[in-house]
């Protein structure tokens, strides 16, 4: 019987991890995603979405992955669902213009907005958790049950992981993060129904917040 021969394992979640850890800056780990060519998404995507948001930010929000809009922009939850990102963030006195930092798990559209496979994920998530790493925000967000169950390495959904305070830990953080689960706006457009849950969370981050010292603008 003649032996199927297969393909070399993918080296691309080694570069990246190469690439994303000889960053030093957001700068210099944003240079060295547009150079990284070990993600197939690219190939399709119309550009790079890295980030917005202040780099120094108390507050980091970490997403699933770039749409329709954000592959236009360049920029990270900038259609509907990011307006209503916006709107709830600005019920508690945060934004992007002065105290938040948003990036996503992937970087790459997905087309038609389908899931990230796991080469796909495993080639990104060396450059996020150097974003993590890099920030390293008083509070982590993780908007949906992709971002969470990434970034905190945990199978559970996120009805049972949102609004708990959490803990995200990296291999170069020497202390672990405060972290807390959101719904996802997405989520939240296609079951309005549920938004009474993202209030209470929100609440609840909220009051993290000012125990841990971060200045919140007077909200909506």
């Given at each position: ?54 780099e120094?930010?108390?507050?980091m ?26 709107r ?12 938040v ?19 796909e ?18 509070l ?15 199978d559970?959904?996120v ?14 953080l020497?202390?672990?993060?405060h ?15 549920d ?11 909220a ?14």
């Open positions: 019987m003649r032996k199927v021969s297969r393909p070399p394992p993918s080296t691309a979640p080694d570069d990246a991890r190469k690439l994303a850890d000889a960053a030093s800056t957001l700068a210099e780990l944003r240079a060295a995603l547009e150079d990284f060519e070990g993600c197939t998404l690219k190939k399709t995507a119309r550009q790079t979405v890295f980030s917005d948001g202040v120094d930010a108390p507050v929000v970490v997403g699933e992955a770039p749409g329709r809009d954000e592959d236009a922009e360049g920029r990270p939850f900038v259609g509907r669902s990011g307006q209503l990102l916006d709830m963030l600005d019920s508690i006195g945060l934004n992007r213009q002065s105290n930092f948003i990036s996503n798990v992937i970087f790459w559209r997905p087309p038609g907005n389908r899931p990230p496979t796991q080469g994920i495993a080639a990104c998530v060396p450059f996020i958790e150097r974003a993590v790493t890099l920030v390293r925000p008083k982590l967000i993780l908007a949906g049950g992709f971002a969470a169950q990434t970034l905190l390495k945990r559970d959904g009805m049972r992981l949102r609004g708990k305070r959490l803990t995200c830990g990296l291999p170069a020497t202390e672990p993060l972290a807390m689960v959101m719904l996802h706006p997405a989520y939240l457009l296609r079951r309005p129904q938004k009474r849950l993202a209030w209470a969370d929100l609440l609840a981050f009051a993290w917040a000012d125990e841990v010292g971060i200045q919140r603008g007077p909200g909506l």
